[in-house]
């Protein structure tokens, strides 16, 4: 809460001044308190950035994280952009810049934090990450539905600048992507992507529809048609037994009855051995293209 709040309330200065003396209120940053019964959380910081000044909005990486996204960096540090160029200090908290942020740029909850909006927190951590990392937080928020596509892209148009930090970086990943690709369907299948790319191996196609010959309609996490391949990325929990085993088990046949080969990779061998399960797929790849061919 700020001091203004507080005395809205009807507190004089005076007793603002004993209350913190005595332990009944604690000074989060000039101007603004906390009580020191409550718990401290990300939330309660991000509040109490926001309670500086108007011109304060929580972004970068604290953002990310307030909008459910696991961006790279410190958990911890808050990150916080004052518009404008107005001067001005907040202990514990990493301060960013900006002389542009338009109305669409910031979100304010229900409990009275603003942060940037879903594409200007991606636009504004592209002059921070690299390309990679910046291209798993899109996907995140696509597969969050957080932001659309075409909606990156005109931020992308409007924020660009010669010489603005990330505005080239951001662009360059964005391109990358197709619009028309389905954002992966975990962190396990981002993982397993790059390393299928990085191996040379034919990106794969998201979640292509493919009819059965019972009429059910699936959606495999990757799939190579030209060479009638499809590979799904299983969490052992979710897939390891039970019904949800079955059904993969039926899925599996039901594709052999196309002949499609369903391969199937875990967790478990994704944290084992990644570039050997790459290794084996860009084998039967290979095997199953030379069998096309002739």
């Not at 952009?81 to 990493?94: C, D, F, N, P, S």
Request: glycine share 8%.
């Amino acid at each position: 809460m700020s001091r203004g709040q507080l005395r809205e309330a009807g507190l004089t200065q005076v007793q603002i001044t004993h209350m913190v003396h005595i332990g009944l209120l604690v000074v989060a940053h000039r101007g603004v308190y906390r009580l020191p019964s409550a718990p401290e959380t990300l939330e309660q910081r991000a509040a109490a950035v926001c309670a500086v000044a108007s011109d304060v909005v929580v972004s970068h990486g604290t953002a990310a994280r307030l909008l459910g996204l696991h961006p790279p960096g410190n958990a911890s540090e808050v990150h916080a952009t004052i518009v404008g160029g107005a001067k001005r200090k907040l202990a514990g908290a990493v301060l960013h810049r900006s002389f542009r942020m338009d109305a669409i740029d910031i979100i304010e909850r229900e409990d009275g934090i603003r942060l940037t909006s879903p594409p200007r927190v991606a636009f504004d951590l592209a002059a921070h990450l690299e390309d990679r990392q910046l291209l798993r937080v899109l996907e995140e928020m696509l597969r969050f539905e957080l932001c659309t596509f075409p909606t990156l892209a005109a931020t992308s148009d409007r924020l660009r600048e010669r010489g603005r930090n990330g505005s080239v970086r951001f662009a360059r990943v964005l391109g990358s992507r197709p619009a028309w690709r389905r954002p992966a369907g975990s962190r396990l299948e981002e993982r397993v992507e790059e390393a299928i790319v990085a191996a040379g191996l034919p990106r794969p196609e998201r979640q292509v529809p493919i009819r059965l010959l019972t009429g059910d309609v699936i959606h495999p996490d990757f799939s190579w048609l030209p060479q009638r391949v499809v590979l799904e990325v299983d969490h052992i929990t979710w897939h390891g037994g039970g019904l949800a085993g079955a059904y993969d088990k039926w899925r599996d046949r039901q594709l052999a009855r196309l002949r499609i080969l369903s391969l199937r990779i875990t967790d478990r061998d994704i944290a084992a051995n990644l570039p050997g399960e790459v290794a084996n797929l860009a084998e039967i790849l290979r095997q199953r293209t030379r069998r096309v061919v002739a």
